[in-house]
């Protein structure tokens, strides 16, 4: 039924929607919380590769501070500017001052290890702590105000910078009289980051957007650390800011990548976290979720089945039994199981169906009787009266001697009362009724020559059954109430039709009529469901034109245009039986 499809849809469908909307409100959920874990471990490790950044940062910042000192420094002056002899004890003395220096600032820090050098270009000299030998071209090669990444002289590489007391137009040594050379070496950065190493996990490194060159720790990982230079190349150049971060996905899972810009170096400190480990117990949390919802999804469709089972097949079996009583099948009954919880509303209503089937039963066989005791008592009172104002015309024309009149009396008196006395016969096509009209229609005209009639009926109409005696009251009540109580020519006109199922007959006189009072009063009688005191010779027959055609028949009398009253009956062809198959059914 629409009904228990409708319930259980919406059921199921409210069902649906609320794991749907616990889902989706989870959904969001998850993912804020994500978003909140990951901006956390980007802050996370944006402070810490800041402080990593500023201890860099200070120890090559206090390189360079050296520098400067180294660079005013008046042995150093004396060194580079003044011409002394090699060998001479005050440029040995000189020397062994400048190289006092740079050893001791060598070996302030043990965990940053670093180098000085002091070019003289005006005596063509070199000093450093463990070696000393200039040589132009290769000073011309390396110079640079910028610190970069190179081999060194130990096979390795480091970072050199050179400060110089003037402007080297080109990069050419000459241009200044005294050059500072600072260097470290690749492993402090090395260093760093396996410190780094120790504290967190996936892979820290250095990077210079400008040529793609890169440090890693130790242990780093080849694959991973493929996976972030493919990255940096694309996403990380010199104009990026001074921080960056985005999301990496890798063989092994997703990354977090935060980078920070040296400000000496000019290098990225590059960071990649592995939010694996992070997530882990957000993931718990999901599958531990996920598991109860799916429990509670499996445990609400075994709900659904129980209520469909027990409540919704019931309530189809018992709305389809609904549905047999409405359309008049009262011996319908409901079958069910000993423990079925339904059980006593399924027998209130196999019990309910049995009494109204009996009721019923009794009540149209009563209807029957009432309604045959109607119709014969309907004749009883139209047949005397008609036959004996035939017997006392039969009796005029005899005594005038007005043999033909007779004859012609007899044979139509006898052709209508043939017909009136077929009480076996309850229903007749309505050409036969027409002819008995007419029969009917001849005699009142010997009584009253100044009668004229008409009967116009539809070939196709006079084919279908109705009820006997259906149309000769009707005639008989026009001669009765309009032509017999006027003086002046009379006439009956009878038409019919079809119209699609509609079938329809009017019969319509020319006689006195009837006022608007009368008039209102009779249509109101026709209405009554019961016997009225007065019209009942139309009453009766629009209570057998129901009987016979259901409720849509009616009959309906109204003024004629020309003077007198026309009566209209009409009903739907095939609406119901006739009342002889009806009669008949009842017997059987």
């Known amino acids: 039924m629409k009904f228990r499809r409708n319930l259980f849809a919406r059921l199921n469908a409210g069902l649906a929607a609320v794991f749907m909307l616990i889902v989706i409100i989870y959904w969001l959920s998850h993912r804020q919380t994500t978003e909140v874990i990951q901006r956390e471990i980007r802050q996370s490790n944006l402070q810490k590769l800041q402080l990593m950044k500023s201890d860099m940062d200070f120890k090559i910042e206090q390189m360079v501070s050296f520098s400067m000192i180294l660079l005013n420094d008046s042995t150093v002056r004396q060194f580079a500017s003044i011409p002394i002899d090699r060998m001479s004890y005050d440029q040995m003395v000189i020397r062994r001052a400048i190289q006092d220096k740079i050893v ?23 000093l450093a702590a463990e070696f000393s030998s200039y040589d132009e071209e290769e000073l011309r090669k390396n110079v640079t105000v910028h610190w970069t990444l190179r081999p060194d002289r130990k096979g390795g590489r480091s970072f050199y910078k050179y400060i110089s007391d003037s402007i080297m137009h080109a990069g050419d040594p000459k241009d200044a009289s005294v050059i500072i050379e600072a260097a470290f070496p690749e492993s402090n950065i090395r260093a760093l980051l396996n410190q780094e190493a120790l504290h967190g996990r996936g892979e820290t490194l250095l990077y210079d957007p400008a040529t793609g060159d890169w440090i890693s720790s130790g242990g780093a990982d080849e694959e991973l650390t493929t996976s972030i230079l493919d990255q940096l190349a694309r996403k990380v150049d010199r104009q990026t800011g001074e921080t960056f971060h985005y999301a990496l996905e890798s063989g092994e899972g997703k990354y977090a990548v935060t980078g920070v810009r040296s400000a000496t170096l000019g290098w990225y400190i590059v960071d990649c976290t592995p939010l694996k480990e992070a997530m882990k117990p957000l993931g718990k949390a999901n599958a531990f979720f996920y598991t109860v919802l799916v429990g509670l999804f499996a445990l609400t469709l075994l709900m659904s089945f129980a209520l469909h089972r027990n409540v919704l097949t019931p309530l189809k079996k018992l709305i389809g039994g609904l549905r047999s009583v409405q359309f008049g099948d009262y011996g319908v009954r409901l079958k069910w199981e000993s423990d079925y919880q339904f059980s006593f509303v399924f027998e209130r209503f196999n019990d309910m169906t049995r009494r109204i089937r009996e009721l019923i039963e009794h009540v149209l066989m009563e209807q029957l009787r009432a309604k045959d005791a109607y119709v014969k008592q309907l004749q009883a009172q139209i047949n005397p009266h008609f036959l004996y104002n035939c017997l006392g015309f039969i009796i005029n024309m005899t005594e005038m001697q007005n043999s033909k009149a007779v004859v012609a009396m007899a044979h139509r008196l006898s052709d209508y009362y043939r017909y009136m006395t077929r009480t076996d016969v309850g229903t007749v096509t309505l050409r036969e009724e027409l002819e008995l009209v007419r029969n009917y229609l001849d005699i009142q005209q010997m009584r009253f020559p100044r009668l004229d009639y008409d009967i116009d009926v539809a070939p196709e109409a006079e084919t279908l059954d109705v009820p006997r005696l259906i149309v000769q009251p009707i005639v008989e009540n026009a001669i009765v109430h309009g032509v017999a109580r006027s003086a002046r020519p009379a006439s009956i006109r009878i038409a019919g039709g079809t119209e699609g199922k509609r079938v329809w007959l009017t019969v319509r006189d020319n006689g006195r009529g009837l006022d608007e009072q009368r008039l209102f009063r009779l249509q109101q009688t026709l209405q009554l469901q019961e016997e009225p005191e007065v019209g ?32 209209r009956l009409e009903w739907t062809n095939g609406s119901a039986k006739s009342a002889e198959t009806a009669e008949r059914r009842r017997q059987e």
Request: charged share 20%; no cysteine.
């Open 536 to 567: 009942y010779g139309l009453w009766n027959t629009a209570q057998r034109l129901r009987m016979a055609f259901g409720d849509e028949a009616e009959l309906t009398v109204a003024q004629a245009a020309e003077g007198g009253v026309v009566v």
């Open 104 to 126: 001791f600032q060598e070996n302030i820090s043990p965990q940053w290890k670093s180098s000085f050098a002091v070019y003289s270009t005006f005596n063509r000299d070199m």
